[in-house]
């Protein structure tokens, strides 16, 4: 192949900025080129109409990513919101849980260790209850709801550790074991 023959076509100019600048305007108009349209803008900008086609499309292709990256940005945006959100539920809930634990574990306690007649703790019932602790009241261990208390204290100062750096706990010296 003759070198002369394969560079016979000439080499593409740079546009010139009234050239953009006309051609960004069309843009603006209508960002699709109808042949007449890309006539219209060969004569008047003495270019190609092939060099006009292939501006169109690059200028599309450019216009696309950057719809795509706002989109994006706005999604992740909306995204990080939910998950704070999802975020402050959870720990609400991990301390609702932990309250509903404490008062049933309050109140099994309490009612193991009185009698029914004085209202007042005895020797017996004391015993009686110490003995019973492995023992399912109410269809709950009592010694796994004091496991639970202990767990959901843990757990409140965990979470009270992350919403506040500036209190430090005195259960953090004493952190439960876990299988």
Partial sequence: MDKN???SQEK???L???QLDSLERSF???IKLDP???MKLSRELGLQPRQIAVWFQNRRARWKAKQLEMLYDALKQEFDAVSKEKQK???EVIKLKCMLTEQATRKQVSTAGYTEMSGEETVESTSLAMRNTNKPIGGVNQQQNLNNAEQCNYVFNVVEEYNNPAVSSPFWGVLPSYP
């Fill in 5 to 7: 023959n394969y560079g």
């Fill in 89 to 91: 539920l959870q720990e």
């Fill in 36 to 38: 007449d349209r890309k």
């Fill in 28 to 30: 603006q108009e209508e």
């Fill in 16 to 18: 010139t900025t009234d």
């Fill in 12 to 14: 593409k100019k740079r």
